[in-house]
C-alpha cells in the first residue's frame, strides 16, 4: 500500500499563516451574509479544512481562493438558513458581535455591518446578498465578484445596483455615533423611569421595536409599531429594569446596552436612528445569540489559530 507523504511542517505552517491572515475578512464576509456568529465561524472552519487538503501550490491568489471558498459556502448555508427561520416564533434578528473584539470583523468599510442594515440585507437572496457586501463592505471588483458567483459582470453590476436601490429605500440617514449614544441613554433612561412622555419624544412616528426570543416569555412576539405602543412596551413591566444593571457596550459598530439580572446576562438593546429620531429598537433576548455576543473576544483571543485537521495525502 503507498501512501502519500505528509505535508512538510513548513508547508503547514505557511498555510496556517496564510488563513490568519485572512480570517478576520473571511468572518465578515461569512457573518454579513448569514447574520449568526456561530453559522459564519462554522463556514471559517469549514473553509480552513478545505484549504487543508487544497493543492496550495498551484492557487495564484489565497485571499481570492479563501474568499471565493468562503463565499459559496455562506450562500449555501443561508439558503438552507431560511428554511429554518420560517419556524422560527417571532421576529428574526441577527446574532450582534461584539465589534470592541475586532472593530472591523474584517471589514474594509465598517457600515456594513449595523443591526438594522443586516436585518434590511435579509430580504435580499443570498447571492444578492454577497453581491452587495463584497462589493459596499469590502470594495472587491465587479470582475472579481463576477467570479466568485459564477455570474457575468454585466449580471452582477445589475445584481448590486437592483440592491443598493432596494437598501436605499428601506433606509435612511444614520446620527453621528454622539448623537446615537444621547439618544440610547435617553431612552434608557426614560424606559427605567417609566417616563412614556419622554420616550415618545425621542421616537419616530414610523418607530418600529422587534424582540428577538425564539418564543421565551415576555418577548414580543410580533413587530410592534407606532411611538405610543413602543414606549408602553419599553414601560410595561417596571420589573424589568428594577435592579436591573446596565452596561454599554459596541455592537456591530454601534453604542447598545447589555441589561444583566442578578448577574446574569438577560437581554441586548440596540437602536437605528436618523435625525428625525429612533425609528428602529431592537431586543435581543435570546440566550444563545447573547452568549455569542459575550464570546466575541473570547473567540478571537483564543482561536486566532485555527484547528488543524490530520494531514491528508
Request: glycine content about 6%.
Amino acid at each position: 500500500m503507498h501512501l502519500e507523504p505528509s505535508p512538510k511542517p513548513s508547508d503547514l505552517e505557511k498555510a496556517v499563516s496564510v488563513f490568519v491572515q485572512c480570517r478576520p475578512r473571511l468572518f465578515g464576509i461569512a457573518y454579513r451574509v448569514l447574520g449568526s456568529v456561530a453559522e459564519a465561524e462554522d463556514v471559517v472552519q469549514e473553509v480552513w479544512l478545505r484549504w487543508q487538503k487544497t493543492d496550495r501550490c498551484a492557487v495564484v491568489s489565497p485571499v481570492a481562493f479563501l474568499s471565493s471558498a468562503t463565499t459559496r459556502l455562506a450562500i449555501n448555508v443561508a439558503q438552507s438558513a431560511r428554511v429554518r427561520r420560517e419556524t422560527y416564533i417571532g421576529p428574526w434578528l441577527p446574532e450582534p458581535v461584539d465589534t470592541s473584539a475586532d472593530p472591523e470583523v474584517g471589514a474594509q468599510r465598517g457600515e456594513v455591518l449595523e443591526l438594522a442594515l443586516l436585518l434590511v440585507l435579509e430580504k435580499l437572496s443570498p447571492a444578492e446578498r454577497a453581491a452587495y457586501i463584497l462589493r459596499e463592505a469590502f470594495d472587491y471588483g465587479y470582475p472579481e465578484i463576477a467570479e466568485i458567483l459564477r455570474r457575468s459582470v454585466v449580471n452582477v453590476r445589475k445584481i448590486v445596483s437592483r440592491a443598493r436601490r432596494r437598501l436605499s429605500e428601506e433606509q435612511r440617514g444614520s446620527v453621528d455615533a454622539a448623537e446615537h449614544r444621547r439618544l440610547l441613554n435617553a431612552f434608557v433612561s426614560a424606559a427605567r423611569t417609566g417616563d412614556v412622555a419622554a420616550l415618545e419624544a425621542l421616537l419616530t412616528p414610523d418607530v418600529v421595536s422587534l424582540s428577538d426570543g425564539n418564543g421565551i416569555r415576555g418577548a414580543a412576539r410580533v413587530p410592534v409599531l407606532g411611538p405610543a405602543r413602543v414606549a408602553n412596551l419599553a414601560t410595561a413591566h417596571p420589573r424589568f429594569w428594577r435592579d436591573a444593571d446596565v452596561r454599554l457596550v459596541d455592537a456591530n459598530g454601534c453604542t447598545g446596552v447589555m441589561i444583566y439580572r442578578d448577574g446574569e446576562p438577560s437581554a441586548i438593546l440596540a437602536l437605528a436612528a436618523s435625525k428625525e429620531g429612533i425609528h428602529r429598537v431592537m431586543w435581543v433576548f435570546s440566550q444563545s445569540k447573547i452568549a455569542a455576543f459575550l464570546g466575541t473576544r473570547f473567540r478571537y483571543a483564543s482561536r486566532a489559530l485555527p484547528h488543524v485537521g490530520a494531514p491528508t495525502g
